[in-house]
């Protein structure tokens, strides 16, 4: 039970309830009691410990001043009924109903924080006489609700009083109380904000007249100014007059005041590549540029958010600097080589390191650097870029100069040396012809992006070897290595290697080599340099990986679901991974062909075991392209033929061909015998592909080959057949056919050939590693090892 009402003289002296009364929301709650009647608001009793556990919800009380008696007089409701919520309770008063006595509340109500509070106990009078006659009828139902409902109203009067006594008791000095305008009143600069994301100088100008601390102040809750706000919003011509503007009337201390994640305006322009508005800042103070937001300088954004034009201007601005005064540490420097390569700014990394030779030795607390970072660019070199057979012969013939890199003026080292100006100067013209063309300037900027990401490679392993320690190349070229190997960058191994050739004979997490990675995840390219490589190889290809398998139990895994996906159907992947195994097969030494590894498999046996689900899968891709085949290959047959039993024009009386002499009945005959012995062998061919065994043998050549036989059999025949229909069209309309008539059946008869050869990729990829395998081979005549 709580202490009776008489028991406290002044409301200071009620108790803090226990320790659990406030865990939920707590909100202040207007209390209604009329001035005339209420005896004392401090003779409330107090909630028990186990009350106001959750969250109150507000409950509107409805008394009358003339009706209301003595609040004192509502019992208390038990510990366990108000575990509901609670909310702020509206009620209504006169200015007349507050508290006679002010002075007993706190000696601080003075102050601004307690003189909220007490305007947010405001009384109500929301009942009319006619709902509540006396204050014993008040006093039932409320007891009621206490104790079957929760009591909550008299409860949240109680809470709403001893958070205003704890406040004032709290805070007995009024001006230690905070006022709004310390907690950020964001909502006055609302049209300075909405002025400067437009760029309306106008609007803001006279907003400053008004409001003179709005140039510096914080205008939203990410603590940004103005100036931080226009920076960032664009590249118009508006919003750069308006930052210009703001710089002018700023001073040099206000240039540097920092948001809420300590970025400045010069960081809000960097990173979306406002040049001109980081021109305009450095203009006026070029100190900025060296003040970081945490980890990030303006120009770590420019690199990580790609924005060439101003990571341009910002190294031309610092080329006088060392790289001590950009980057403080060896870790900032690494970090800002790396996002220029993950940016494909390799021209531009390429200057940085010709400029700062440390940059190639520096590493990030990671342990990434900068040759880890280019190893993991697939596309930047030409083992990851795919072209087709006509791009590949202007890609090979294509002469390119690389870009000139010296847009960083100074003594920035040209990224080009050509001995001939005149040479150079031809090579100019030439690409300025290429660039007419699309798909040639497509493929000339890609080469001369191959050409500069090598040259970035060499020269990094430059700087790496200069370290002259072998720890360092490890920590460096080691990782670079085996991240080549893994994404099949063959050029980046060749270059490593080169500069540090006792790599390798270094394995990743796995213990697998270079050549066991090669195998493992089906890179031709990088395995093909074994063919660059002298007597040395046999001591690679003979390594054991940790489970006892050698070069030959890995090609006969099943190949990486990626590599995969390059092929066109299941038994395409069969018959690659088939050729590779047979392709490592001759590497391998013949005792190894029947070795054991420690799940007691031989090579075959684990080939057999890994790619029965994936023949099955490409024998069902099998039967289903030869059924496809094999109906229009049987529709063409049966017309064919009824057309070669039933010319044209009849026949005359000796029973020859009434226009057997005309130059278009024999090109009829001719093409309509090879439209009907072309879509029979289509037929029969197709037949023999259903009646196949299906071995796993049979997917490296016998299977691919009738495909490729039958696919092209329906093809000719499909075209002799429409080229028999136009001659006997002409032959049926005389010897003077109407030009208009025929020209629309030419065109017309295009349309069903070019609907059979849209299967002309199918056809290719067919042939390609059916009857030219050339991905294994040689690759070029410089020794690897």
């Not at 300088?297 to 910002?314: E, F, W």
């Not at 950009?326 to 900032?332: H, K, T, Y």
């Not at 940085?352 to 990671?366: E, F, H, Q, W």
């Not at 074994?530 to 090609?555: C, E, K, S, T």
Request: aromatic share 8%; glycine share 4%.
């Amino acid at each position: 039970m709580a202490t009776s009402i008489e028991e406290y003289e002044n409301p200071s002296q009620i108790p803090k309830p226990g320790n659990r009364v406030l865990m939920g929301r707590s909100k202040s709650l207007p209390v209604a009691i009329s001035s005339t009647q209420e005896e004392n608001a401090s003779q409330i009793p107090e909630p028990s410990n186990r009350v106001l556990m959750g969250r109150s919800k507000s409950l509107p009380v409805a008394t009358s001043s003339t009706q209301e008696g003595n609040a004192s007089q509502i019992p208390e409701p038990s510990n366990r009924v108000l575990m509901g919520r609670s909310k702020r309770l509206p009620e209504a008063t006169s200015s007349t109903q507050e508290y006679k006595n002010a002075s007993q509340i706190s000696e601080s109500e003075q102050g601004s924080g307690a003189l909220l509070r007490r305007r947010k106990i405001l009384f109500e009078v929301t009942s009319s006489s006619k709902e509540d006659k006396d204050a014993s009828q008040i006093s039932k139902p409320v007891h009621k609700l206490g104790i079957e409902q929760g009591s909550e109203a008299l409860m949240r009067r109680q809470r709403s009083l001893y958070e205003l006594y704890s406040s004032t008791e709290k805070h007995k000095d009024a001006s230690q109380i905070s006022k709004p305008e310390d907690q950020g009143d964001y909502w006055r600069y609302i049209p300075l904000y909405q002025a400067a994301l437009r760029g309306d100088w106008v609007a803001a100008e006279a907003f400053f007249v008004q409001n003179k601390d709005a140039l510096t102040a914080k205008i939203n809750e990410n603590s940004e100014t103005a100036l931080h706000v226009a920076a960032g919003a664009g590249r118009s011509s508006k919003l750069i007059y308006f930052v210009k503007k703001l710089v002018e009337r700023m001073s040099t201390e206000a240039l540097k005041i920092p948001d809420l994640f300590g970025r400045t305006p010069l960081h809000a322009a960097a990173w979306v590549g406002n040049t001109e508005a980081v021109k305009i800042l450095l203009e006026r103070e070029k100190s900025l540029l060296y003040i970081r937001a945490q980890i990030w300088s303006a120009l770590d954004m420019v690199a990580r958010n790609a924005k060439k034009d101003t990571l341009i201007y910002l190294l031309e601005a610092t080329k006088d600097d060392p790289l001590s005064r950009l980057f403080p540490d060896d870790d900032s420097a690494a970090h800002f080589l790396i996002q220029v390569i993950a940016s494909g700014y390799y021209d531009i990394a390429l200057n940085l390191v010709g400029k700062y030779p440390s940059l190639a030795t520096s590493i990030r607390a990671d342990g990434d650097c900068g040759l880890k970072a280019l190893a993991k660019k697939v596309f930047a070199f030409k083992s990851g870029s795919y072209h087709r057979w006509w791009q590949r012969i202007i890609y090979n013939y294509l002469v390119t100069t690389e870009e000139s890199t010296s847009h960083i003026r100074g003594d920035i080292e040209n990224a080009v040396d050509e001995p001939a100006v005149t040479r150079q100067r031809c090579k100019h013209l030439l690409e300025y012809f290429y660039t007419l063309v699309p798909p040639i300037k497509k493929i000339h900027d890609q080469k001369k992006m191959h050409l500069q990401a090598l040259k970035l490679v060499k020269r990094l392993c430059a700087g790496v070897k200069s370290l002259n320690n072998s720890d360092a190349y490890n920590l460096h070229a080691k990782d670079a290595l085996l991240t080549a190997a893994k994404l099949g960058i063959h050029e980046v191994l060749e270059e490593i290697v080169g500069s540090f050739p006792y790599l390798i004979w270094a394995t990743d997490e796995r213990g697998l080599n270079l050549f066991q990675i090669a195998v493992v995840e089906r890179h031709a390219n990088v395995f093909n340099l074994i063919y660059q490589m002298g007597d040395n190889q046999q001591l690679l290809v003979q390594m054991r990986d940790p489970y006892g398998n050698n070069l030959l139990h890995l090609a006969g895994k099943l190949a990486p679901r990626n590599e995969n996906n390059l092929a066109i159907g299941a038994a395409l992947q069969m018959q690659q991974d088939l050729q590779w195994f047979k392709e490592v097969m001759k590497f391998a030494n013949p005792r190894d062909k029947d070795w054991l590894n420690k799940d007691m498999e031989t090579p075959a046996t684990l080939f057999i075991r890994e790619h029965e689900k994936l023949r099955a899968k490409g024998e069902k891709w099998m039967k289903e392209t030869a059924n496809s085949c094999t109906i229009p290959a049987a529709l063409v047959v049966t017309v064919v033929f009824a057309a070669a039993i039933q010319y044209p024009g009849g026949y005359d009386r000796d029973g020859l061909p009434n226009f057997s002499k005309a130059v278009a009945f024999y090109i009829f005959v001719v093409f309509n015998a090879i439209s009907l012995f072309a879509s029979t062998t289509s037929l029969l061919v197709s037949l023999s592909i259903l009646t196949s065994r299906y071995n796993q043998d049979d997917f490296h050549y016998a299977l691919p080959d009738r495909l490729v036989k039958s696919l092209f059999s329906l093809f000719v025949s499909i075209t002799s057949m429409v080229v028999a229909f136009i001659c006997a069209l002409h032959i049926m309309l005389g010897n003077k056919p109407n030009a208009r008539i025929l020209c629309l059946v030419a065109v017309l008869a295009n349309i069903p050939i070019h609907f059979a050869w849209l299967h002309l990729p199918l056809l290719l990829d067919l042939m390609t590693p059916t009857y030219c395998p050339r991905i294994f081979g040689k690759q070029s005549d410089r020794p690897f090892y």
